[in-house]
């Protein structure tokens, strides 16, 4: 069974920083991108950034570039996401999910394409 499970958010005030994690199980990890994606109340789910674990590969969206790091442990099937100077509109349920097999999204994300999205966490970040 493919499973993704993302861990590690919480309460944080604006200007500090959190570290996420995603184990996933049940599929070849190098096969697969890996996107982290978060959902605010209200809005709709957004890409926030992905690695190909086979090459080291990664996108970031505008919003978090240059905050965020994302990296990936193939030993342990695990990636993670070092978000640094958080802000309040950082503030959202993350997720993580997997890609299509093989594939990469040079330009970001395609929803449609990503699945078995893990349970989430959540971030929050007070001003």
């Known amino acids: 069974e493919v499973q993704l499970q993302a861990s590690g958010g919480g309460l944080v005030q604006a200007g500090g920083s959190l570290r996420l994690s995603c184990v996933a199980s049940?599929?070849?990890?190098?096969?697969?991108?890996i996107g982290w994606f978060r959902q605010a109340p209200g809005k709709e789910r957004e890409g926030v950034s992905l690695?190909?674990?086979?090459?080291?590969?990664?996108y970031y969206d505008d919003s978090v570039n240059g905050r965020f790091t994302i990296s990936s442990d193939n030993a342990k099937n695990t990636v993670y996401l070092q978000m640094n100077t958080l802000k309040p509109e950082d503030t959202a349920v993350y997720y993580c999910?997997?890609?299509?097999?093989?594939?990469?999204?040079?330009?970001?994300?395609?929803?449609?394409?990503?699945?078995?999205w893990g349970q989430g966490t959540l971030v929050t970040v007070s001003s």
């Open positions: 999910a997997r890609g299509g097999r093989k594939s990469w999204y040079p330009l970001g994300p395609i929803k449609a394409d990503f699945g078995s």
């Open positions: 049940g599929f070849t990890f190098d096969d697969y991108a």
């Open positions: 690695i190909n674990p086979s090459d080291g590969k990664t």
